[in-house]
């Protein structure tokens, strides 16, 4: 399986392209905004394309022609402003869902946000970023594509455990976006995550097993 990663030069990305390239199961294709991460992915042996996500769409989907999975990990930032959320986790990820139908590609991986699905639930302070996940998660439920949505909690740039809680509503909680990365990972071919979405903190089972108990 090829995996087309967007966002790709980002933190979850970034180890998300590692395992992947490390795996004897899976091969990458990155995907970043300019040819600079390009080239750094390249010198490392890692297959790299340019393309933008506040570009057209079709831009995006013959960057991923070819691939037999996406992984939307991109984001816009907490520097910016909503606008840029709007551009980039909405409208970017709408985008990249149309892109996967325009050139045949089913799978589909979104890592949003937790809580995202549930509105009662969402931050005050950055209530624009839980408005972009909610609807591009909900676009994404819509378009018949084979999807999984991640919701991680608070990201940490600590080391992971390996150990996880994941079920469809966690209350508040962080985790290490390497296990986050590993949890992309264990869910892109497992069939017990197929068209669901499931809340992910730090906890105490080993992620395959976490992800079995589903």
């Not at 990972?185 to 105490?204: I, K, M």
Request: charged share 25%; with cysteine.
């Amino acid at each position: 399986m090829k995996v087309f990663v967007i966002g790709a030069h980002g933190q979850i990305g970034q180890k998300l392209v590692h395992l992947l390239q490390q795996s004897d199961r899976y091969t990458v294709r990155a995907m970043v905004r300019r040819e600079s991460q390009a080239e750094s992915f390249r010198q490392s042996g890692v297959e790299a394309v340019v393309a933008d996500l506040e570009g057209r769409m079709e831009e995006i989907a013959a960057a991923a022609n070819g691939c037999d999975a996406i992984v939307f990990t991109a984001g816009s930032g907490g520097h910016t402003g909503a606008d840029k959320t709007l551009l980039v986790d909405l409208d970017g990820a709408v985008k990249s869902i149309e892109a996967a139908k325009s050139v045949g590609i089913q799978r589909y991986v979104m890592v949003s946000a937790l809580q995202a699905h549930r509105r009662e639930n969402w931050n005050e302070r950055i209530k624009h970023y839980y408005v972009a996940k909610h609807y591009a998660d909900r676009m994404l439920v819509q378009s018949g594509l084979t999807y999984t949505i991640l919701r991680p909690g608070r990201l940490l740039n600590e080391p992971g455990t390996g150990r996880i809680s994941a079920a469809e509503n966690l209350s508040r909680g962080s985790v290490p976006r390497e296990d986050v990365a590993r949890t992309i990972l264990a869910v892109l071919d497992e069939e017990r995550t197929f068209h669901r979405g499931f809340d992910l903190t730090s906890g105490d089972t080993p992620i395959p097993e976490a992800i079995k108990n589903l």
